[in-house]
């Protein structure tokens, strides 16, 4: 099973970066999707879910400044983030799981984001 994950990048702080997913869709029907973050030492953590109905988490460090969405015809999760800085440098997963705090079950590989001067 393959998440494909894209979108990273360097981008200045306050900047913008989209990343996107494309889930097989018996996946992505029934799944809800996600994205975490690993910087650089640290654990991966995850930053952002949503459910099939389209209702939104997010972790406190980047409410406000990233928006999770999905294309229910695409098959596609994204990650719009805005408001970018330093401290979001990470490799950034997508992911889908079967309730909302359970580990997730399908990881896609990671894509680099980098957010420095």
């Known amino acids: 099973v393959q998440l494909q994950a894209s979108g990273g990048g360097w981008v200045q702080p306050g900047g913008s970066l989209r990343l996107s997913c494309v889930v097989p869709v018996t996946i992505f029907s029934s799944n809800i999707m996600g994205w975490s973050r690993q910087a650089p030492g640290n654990q991966r953590l995850t930053i952002a879910t949503i459910t099939t109905g389209g209702r939104t988490l997010y972790t406190e460090s980047v409410e406000g400044r990233f928006t999770i969405s999905k294309d229910n015809a695409k098959n596609t999760v994204y990650l719009q983030m805005d408001g970018l800085k330093p401290d979001d440098t990470g490799i950034y997963y997508c992911?889908?799981?079967?309730?909302?705090?359970?580990?997730?079950?399908?990881w896609g590989q990671g894509t680099q984001v980098t957010v420095s001067s």
């Open positions: 992911s889908a799981r079967t309730t909302q705090f359970a580990q997730p079950k399908y």
